[in-house]
């Protein structure tokens, strides 16, 4: 089995920064797409910024110039840097991830959650 670890939320002011950190662990083989999604109260839960096993990264209009996705392949974690946070990013943020297990069978798994609140 595949798991991930998420660390990194907490409360900012507007204007702000934090760096959500999330680790997968297990009979993992490879990693393909690492990617991070929020959700807040009463809304859908949305992409935030993704990033490819080549390091290709997709961003959220709402976020571009302001988050960054990065991922460190030895250590099977992908980041979230975000600055200039707003209010309007509070949620909980879920961290996902595909690959392989087990040499050869697939697998996408979510983490539990990390809350961010930015407050105004």
């Known amino acids: 089995q595949v798991q991930l670890v998420e660390s990194g939320g907490g409360l900012v002011q507007a204007g702000g920064s934090l760096r959500l950190s999330c680790a997968a662990s297990?009979?993992?083989?490879?990693?393909?797409?690492m990617g991070w999604y929020r959700q807040a109260p009463g809304t859908q839960r949305e992409l935030v910024a993704t990033?490819?096993?080549?390091?290709?990264?997709n961003y959220a209009d709402s976020v571009k110039g302001r988050f960054t996705i990065s991922r460190v392949n030895s250590k099977n974690t992908v980041y979230l840097q975000m600055n200039s946070l707003k209010p309007e990013d509070t949620g909980v943020y879920y961290c996902?991830?595909?690959?392989?297990?087990?040499?050869?069978?697939?697998?996408?798994?979510w983490g539990q959650g990390t809350l961010v609140t930015v407050s105004s």
């Open positions: 996902n991830v595909d690959g392989l297990r087990d040499v050869f069978r697939y697998f996408a798994v």
């Open positions: 297990g009979s993992i083989s490879s990693l393909n797409t």
């Open positions: 990033i490819t096993s080549g390091g290709d990264t």
